[in-house]
């Protein structure tokens, strides 16, 4: 099993639709789960971070954690064109407080 | 302030061929990662260094080595160049470890 997965899509969501992009990992001890954005050709830029059971709200973006079940979701409401990227998750390990592991990432595409 | 800077931005090897990438930090970040990242793969940890004076591998060592030159620099190198090698390399920073990271802008490296 790998540690962080994610479905690699691609997802195509409607434009004004809610996005939702999930991610589960294997550590159950891991504490700190992020969620990063990439355009294609350019760096990673983070979206949000989530430390605690429940929602956290920023804007458009929700992040949501559940650690019983071990998944992390982010849904984008309003979905815009600008939001078509590939979305990455990644999990502090606790077994190595020092690595954060990667998903594979899940390719979004926003239709006009 | 510049944040991440990453050099070279492309680079073409022949096997067997050596290279330093090179990257910075401008932001007084404590922790500093190597990364590459390879179509379908998500970001693949190289090795990380948690703090200045410190380096541990992550998830794909083989075939590079690292220094921690200071608390800004953190090189990657590459001793005998294989084609496996060829993929995206972003050099990433946090304040401290298992936080939020800031990515450069990647070297595109190419091994013939």
């Known amino acids: 099993q790998k540690e962080v997965e994610q479905n690699s899509g691609p997802l195509s969501v409607p434009e004004g639709a809610i996005a939702s992009l999930n991610c589960t990992y294997s550590?159950?001890?891991?504490?700190?789960f992020f969620w990063y954005r990439q355009y294609s050709g350019k760096s990673p830029e983070l979206i949000m971070f989530?430390?605690?059971?429940g929602d956290k709200e920023d804007g458009r973006f929700t992040a949501q954690l559940n650690k019983a079940s071990q998944y992390v979701s982010l849904l984008i409401r309003d979905s815009q064109p600008s939001d078509s990227a590939t979305y990455l998750c990644?999990?502090?390990?606790?077994?190595?407080?020092?690595?954060?592991?990667f998903g594979s990432g899940t390719r979004l595409s926003i239709r006009p | 302030n510049a944040g991440v800077t990453q050099t070279p931005k492309f680079q073409v090897l022949k096997t067997g061929q050596s290279m330093t990438l090179q990257c910075a930090q401008d932001?007084?970040?404590?922790?500093m990662y190597w990364y590459r990242q390879d179509p379908g793969m998500g970001l693949r940890l190289i090795y990380y260094?948690?703090?200045?004076?410190?380096?541990d591998k992550g998830e794909v060592p083989n075939g590079y080595n690292v220094s921690r030159l200071n608390k800004r620099e953190f090189s990657l190198r590459l001793e005998s160049a294989a084609p496996s090698q060829t993929s995206v390399y972003f050099c990433?920073?946090?304040?401290?470890?298992?936080?939020?990271?800031?990515f450069g802008p990647g070297t595109r490296l190419t091994v013939l």
């Open positions: 989530i430390y605690s059971n």
């Open positions: 260094s948690a703090s200045e004076g410190t380096t």
């Open positions: 550590d159950r001890g891991s504490q700190s």
């Open positions: 990433a920073s946090s304040v401290k470890a298992s936080d939020t990271q800031y």
């Open positions: 932001m007084n970040h404590n922790s």
């Open positions: 990644a999990v502090n390990l606790y077994s190595s407080a020092s690595k954060i592991i």
